[in-house]
Structures are given as C-alpha cells and as structure tokens.
C-alpha cells in the first residue's frame, strides 16, 4: 500500500499575531515540523507540504536543516481547498492519502492508526472526538431554533484519510466552490465518511495562549 501525506500549511496566521505560528517552538522545536514526523512511523512513500509563498522557503531550509529533504514543498493555493488540491496533484499515484494541518503538532501515533486502519476499511475516514458541549443552532438574529443530540455530534480534526482517486475526483468536480474540510467534499457528493475517534489533546494552534496549552499537553504526553 502506498501512502501520502499532505501537510496544509497555507494559512496566513492572521488570528495568531505578527509572528507565524507553525514556526512558534514546542520542546524547542517548530509546530510544523512536529506535524510532520507524526507521520514518519507509517513510512510514508511521500509527504508533501502545501506552503503560503511567505513561508516556502523558510519550510525548506527547516527540512534541511533536520534531515527531512525528501518532504516535497509546493504552493498553496488562495484557500485551503485549493492548497490541498495543488498538493493532491503533485502526488505520485498513491492508495491512501492523509491530510493534515500543520497546525495539529500534537497528533498521536495511536490516533492516525485507528484512523488509516478505517480508511483502508471504508475508502474515507476523519479523526474527531465526541462533542462534550451542549451545541445550539440559531438563525442569523441570533435566535436558537435547535438543539442538536450531542450524542450523535463530534468536533472534527485532522489527520483526514481518503483513498486517493475518491478525494482528488472531489477535488476536480469541486474545484473553486467553499468547504470548511475535505470530508465535506465528499459528503456533498453522496460519498460515505467515517468517524473514527481521536484525543482531545490533537489541538490545533490558533491562538499564542494555544502554545502555552500544546507546551502542557507535550510535556504530559511524553510521560
């Protein structure tokens, strides 16, 4: 079985500051490159960075800098669709490709395990975890006009596994239109996805206080 990975890192950082934040430090090393080597036990036979302008050459001169020379970088795209579609293209014909974002350094062996196990199973599974919040649907004045069960909501993250053909055929049919993930790509066109159960401390850098939270979870993961 041959395998991908693409790591989105198109993103501007905006939410974050003047710094970008996929090169902040965890345990003195970058959020991006921790993202990457999360994947490095699966032997993958590529992984691909889909990187904004500004940030491509900084991205290469890490990965050379650590010895991960055969990550390949391409340009990103206006949105994060379009990024993961330019990376999807500059694939080499893989089975399975795992998506994630660069931002989510603190994936867990165990969870893209189970996750590519379903996806191998199913043709397309995503890493969530079961939503613990009561979550209210409202319309645009602010008024709640549901209630979802919770039982049957899930926070979603990444790393999102999919046969490589289904995803990057979404991607062709569905190029230039808006979603939030590529999972909902494929849900839009009648496709099948699966959950398959992943750790609250997957978190994604959005913040600089998110740091400080990912610099806690490290060090209590690494006990």
Known sequence: MKLAVIVTAGGTSSRYGNTNKLLEKIDGKEVILHSI???????PDEIIVSASESLEPVIKNLLQEHNL?????VRGGLSRQASVFNALKACSNPDYVAIHDAARPLVTTKDIDACLNKAIDTKAAIVAVKAVDTVKK???????TETPDRNFLWYVQTPQIFDYNLILDAHKKLEGLTFSDDAGMLESLGETVYVSEGSYSNIKITTKKDIYIAQSLYEELSN
């Open 138 to 144: 409202a319309d645009e004045n602010g008024k709640v």
């Open 69 to 73: 020379n055969f990550v390949k970088v």
């Open 37 to 43: 080597e999360a994947f490095l036990p699966f032997a």
